[in-house]
């Protein structure tokens, strides 16, 4: 089924973007921070699956740039793994919580606060983008997929960069894929459907 939004499969931007959220796969096998991996401690900290989605990511972009479409079950697919990685997100803090109780840092808080953020924005698109009689777009399944992705980035992000940068080649490369993702997000939001682009011309 195609997408609602009305960006090109073969455009610059969809191609550019595609292949800089590329970066996210082998940051899943390089060190991120501390000389740790996010494959390295996915039998400890459980976040770390979430680094996963870079995977399913690469692969629907470029489901959509090679056919500019994607069939319902994939895309209740992509629904279903972002949702997971949500989840996963919502259940760390809770634990964190449980552990450590309430932060008594300003920066944990702001840490705390914009990854909550990002996950709001995630719950809104997830109800905007909900599929009427199963037509839902490929565009917005990919980005639901990529915001459930910076959910977990901004928190790792932010935790090892601030205030002292701990980052490594991993970490960088996590940093580039969200760029890139959140460009994506971005556009697919503020693009208009080609139904109302013919009734607006």
């Known amino acids: 089924?195609?997408?609602?939004?009305?960006?090109?499969?073969?455009?610059?931007?969809?191609?550019?973007?595609?292949?800089?959220?590329?970066?996210?796969?082998?940051?899943?096998?390089?060190?991120?921070?501390?000389?740790?991996s996010p494959a390295g401690v996915m039998d400890s900290l459980w976040l770390a699956w979430s680094s996963l989605l870079a995977i399913p990511i690469a692969f629907a972009n470029i489901r959509w740039i090679g056919w500019g479409r994607m069939s319902?079950?994939?895309?209740?697919?992509?629904?279903l793994l972002a949702a997971a990685s949500i989840i996963l997100l919502c259940l760390f803090i809770a634990d964190g919580f449980l552990a450590r109780g309430v932060p008594t840092r300003v920066w944990d808080w702001v840490d705390l606060l914009i990854t909550l953020a990002v996950a709001a924005i995630w719950a809104f698109?997830?109800?905007?983008?909900?599929?009427?009689?199963?037509?839902?777009?490929?565009?917005?399944?990919?980005?639901?997929?990529?915001?459930?992705?910076?959910?977990?980035?901004?928190?790792?992000?932010?935790?090892f960069s601030v205030p002292r940068l701990d980052l490594n080649s991993g970490g960088y490369l996590v940093l580039l894929a969200s760029v890139a993702y959140a460009a994506q997000v971005l556009a697919i939001s503020i693009s208009t459907p080609p139904s109302e682009a013919t009734e607006t011309a």
Do not use: D
């Open 1 to 36: 089924m195609k997408a609602h939004c009305n960006i090109s499969p073969h455009s610059w931007f969809t191609l550019l973007t595609s292949v800089i959220g590329m970066a996210g796969i082998p940051a899943i096998w390089l060190p991120f921070a501390w000389g740790f």
């Open 72 to 79: 319902e079950a994939e895309q209740w697919g992509a629904r």
């Open 125 to 159: 698109l997830m109800v905007r983008w909900w599929p009427k009689n199963l037509e839902t777009g490929a565009l917005e399944a990919i980005a639901l997929m990529e915001v459930a992705y910076l959910a977990t980035a901004v928190i790792c992000l932010l935790s």
